[in-house]
């Protein structure tokens, strides 16, 4: 016996008055509340492990392990260079230059993307295995795997942002999606600051 | 670029289903049958998906919780389950009531009436909350296969064990996402006039519950994510077998048990007013009280109990303990203050509502008896009776708002007699199910596992317990009998849109002839034209 459910007798409810913008603005910021808070408890887990281990008297990194500051830096300074960019291509959208928008947008992804092979190369680099009986390893991995997979995302949503803008969905009138792909990417810049010093730099 | 397909949202707006007709109109067919329901991105289609699969997984949590309870009864001894699979059981029992059932149901209910709360058509973002719900559904599949095969917290089977990590972070990220879309719906697609002083009550409360949800669920991703990296590595410096229970134990014990309970507060909010027939009193502080109750319900604090497991001697664990009572008692007296103003009519919601405020509050109180260090109650089974106290009102209360809401949920009213039975049912169930568990507390039996020296009495308060646990199964059945006979009575053409004369938006026939002045804008259009 088929079963019909009480909308399609009533059928759908009338259309209500234009939604509020910044939906997505808004749902943007909600993700990042989840996003921030699993990179807090990952940190939260760092410091107290860290704490533990060195109070039993042993060595934080394994004595394999040399962490070189200078690609970090450099991925810092890459990221914050992105910053900047990100925010000119919304300002050059606000005034229709889409032109220079693409740019600024096309080089916050390059800048992204080029941050994920520098940090993959650091791997290579450092010497870290998750075989350690510290478990600084599955630590630095979990954290730090985390934020590539969170820049990657990002580049995913200011690809998407950049082929809507392309579109003519965002104009001077309009970058509420632009808006949320730069608070994202505002926000993954600024969780890359904590890891590089908290991890990297404190060692 | 041509854009080929639908927006769900536009999809929504044009669907009709039973007068509107593609043909002839040159616009492709909506799909129907398994694509359509596979290609929904309709918030009620969704949220019934939600409904359906969580009340699946409660039967197998309660199933199990049948098998822990007869374990029980000779608390010294194995006789149904041995050692390792008791304690695999009582995982999975609690792993399914909390992240298969009591989330997902409230985020169901939710997912279907709170864009219509909101005066909207849509839910955000439909076609994440459709990504969420097949998440959840995958995931919660694995995560039951991941036990069959010895996996699981406890389990021998590493493999098992990898899978199951990963499919309730599968589950988790789920609930995030579909948490995201609800909050961006309440806060983001609001009609005009509806400040955030007006939602009604559920809407508030699943504001503030998926807020708490989000943050503390993503906390518990980050953990499962780094226990998932040392297991599937053979590390076990975190997720050594027995120690992974240990890290998720803290999602599943006060104060973080009660963040799953705030929609319980909403769903009471927004019923007991309507069958007062009256305005809620102290409106404001019920609203205020929903948002202390969900910022001291935020547990993910002490997710490292594991490095500190003196935690719940300290003075901050132990007053948040105590001062989560106020805002529960706040809103129980603006509940009865409202109540008492009004010209009550007894019907199944209201019930529903009052028996799970009622055990709500019950276990807010043993919450602080927990923690009150000379009853030494930390541990003990004491843990336990406050989950089944909580799980127990967020259960009532969905069953609850199933009645309530089902003009928008099904297609005919649930029978009013097995409902009230239910709810009476069911209210002693929990009762008895939880209240022997604070006996034993006190007599120091232990929470998950079984033990020697076992003192006079836990035996028969075990079996006071096994009883109430039934009682819960016979309401859930009474339930489940009279949502099979609405379903089976097919169609619905001749019952009212608006059963109870409800005061918010989701009641209305036409939002937009409706303005917002008040938390209660249907009843001021009747008093007005009245």
Not at chain 1, 61 to 87: C, R, W, Y
Not at chain 2, 79 to 92: E, P, V, W
């Amino acid at each position: 016996m088929a079963v019909t459910f009480a909308d399609d007798i009533l059928g759908s409810p009338p259309a209500a008055p234009p939604a509020r913008p910044r939906v997505l603005l808004i749902g943007t910021g909600f993700a990042l509340v989840g996003i921030v808070l699993t990179f807090a408890g990952l940190f939260g887990i760092y410091v107290e492990q860290r704490a533990q281990v060195l109070n039993s008297g042993q060595k934080w990194l394994p004595k394999e392990v040399s962490i070189d500051l200078t690609q970090f830096n450099v991925a810092l300074i890459g990221l914050a260079i992105s910053v900047v960019i990100m925010h000119w291509a919304i300002w050059c959208v606000k005034h229709e230059d889409r032109p220079r928008a693409y740019i600024g947008l096309g080089l916050t992804a390059l800048l992204g993307a080029a941050y994920i092979n520098g940090i993959c190369f650091a791997y290579t680099q450092m010497g870290f295995t998750v075989h350690d009986t510290t478990g600084v390893g599955v630590l630095v991995y979990a954290i730090t795997g985390l934020h590539l997979a969170m820049v990657g995302a990002g580049i995913i949503f200011i690809g998407l942002m950049a082929f809507r803008t392309l579109g003519g969905q965002y104009s001077a009138r309009d970058q509420e999606g632009l808006a949320a792909a730069a608070l994202y990417w505002y926000v993954t810049c600024a969780v890359y600051t904590v890891i590089w010093y908290a991890i990297f730099v404190t060692k | 670029m041509a854009m080929t397909e639908t927006r769900p949202e536009a999809e929504a707006q044009t669907a009709t289903p039973t007068t509107s007709s593609a043909s002839g109109s040159g616009l492709p067919r909506p799909a129907t049958g398994l694509a359509g329901l596979l290609g929904t991105g309709r918030h009620r289609s969704i949220g019934r998906l939600w409904i359906g699969t969580s009340l699946v997984f409660l039967v197998i949590s309660g199933a199990l919780g049948g098998v822990i309870g007869a374990e029980r009864l000779k608390p010294e001894t194995y006789n149904i389950l041995n050692k390792d699979n008791f304690a695999q059981t009582l995982s999975l029992h609690g792993v399914a009531g909390v992240f298969l059932f009591a989330l997902p149901i409230l985020i169901g209910i939710a997912t279907v009436v709170v864009p219509r709360q909101m005066g909207s058509h849509t839910i955000a973002f439909p076609r994440a909350a459709a990504l969420a719900f097949w998440g959840y559904l995958v995931g919660g599949g694995m995560v039951v296969v991941s036990y069959l095969i010895n996996g699981g917290p406890f389990g021998g089977n590493e493999k098992g064990v990898d899978l199951f990590l990963l499919s309730l972070a599968m589950v988790v990220a789920s609930l995030v996402l579909a948490s995201v879309c609800i909050a961006t719906t309440i806060v983001g697609l609001r009609v005009k006039g509806l400040r955030l002083d007006r939602v009604p009550m559920f809407a508030w409360s699943m504001l503030v519950a998926t807020a708490i949800w989000i943050a503390s669920l993503g906390i518990l991703f980050g953990l499962l994510v780094l226990l998932y990296i040392d297991h599937r590595y053979r590390t076990f410096v975190y997720a050594a077998d027995d120690n992974i229970s240990v890290w998720l134990r803290w999602t599943i014990t006060s104060p973080q048990i009660f963040a799953m309970a705030i929609p319980v507060l909403g769903f009471v909010g927004d019923v007991v007013p309507v069958f007062g027939r009256t305005r809620a009193r102290m409106h404001n502080v019920q609203l205020a009280a929903i948002g202390a109750f969900g910022g001291l319900s935020f547990g993910a604090w002490t997710y490292l109990t594991f490095a500190h497991p003196r935690l719940p001697e300290t003075a901050i664990y132990i007053g948040a303990a105590f001062a989560i009572l106020l805002p529960t008692l706040a809103f129980v007296a603006a509940t009865a203050e409202t109540l008492r103003a009004g010209r009550i009519r007894v019907r199944s919601p209201l019930l529903f509502g009052i028996a799970a405020m009622l055990l709500l509050l019950a276990g807010v109180v043993t919450g602080a008896i927990r923690v009150i260090h000379r009853f030494a109650l930390v541990g003990t089974t004491a843990d336990s009776s406050i989950i089944h106290f909580v799980a127990g009102a967020t259960a009532i209360a969905a069953i609850g708002a199933i009645h309530y809401w089902w003009p928008h949920i099904l297609t005919r009213p649930l029978r009013e007699g097995l409902a009230n039975l239910s709810a009476l049912v069911l209210l002693v169930g929990v009762a008895a199910l939880a209240i022997p568990d604070v006996v034993s507390g006190f007599l120091d039996e232990p929470a998950g596992s079984l033990y020697t020296n076992v003192r006079d009495g836990v035996t028969a308060m075990n079996a006071v317990s096994l009883a109430g646990g039934a009682l819960v199964v016979l309401g859930v059945v009474l339930f489940v009998v009279n949502l099979a006979v609405s379903l089976a009575r097919g169609g619905n053409d001749d019952e009212a849109i608006d059963p109870w004369e409800g005061h918010t938006l989701e009641w209305a026939t036409d939002v937009s002839t409706v303005t917002v002045t008040s938390e209660a804008p249907l009843l001021d259009a009747r008093e007005g034209s009245a």
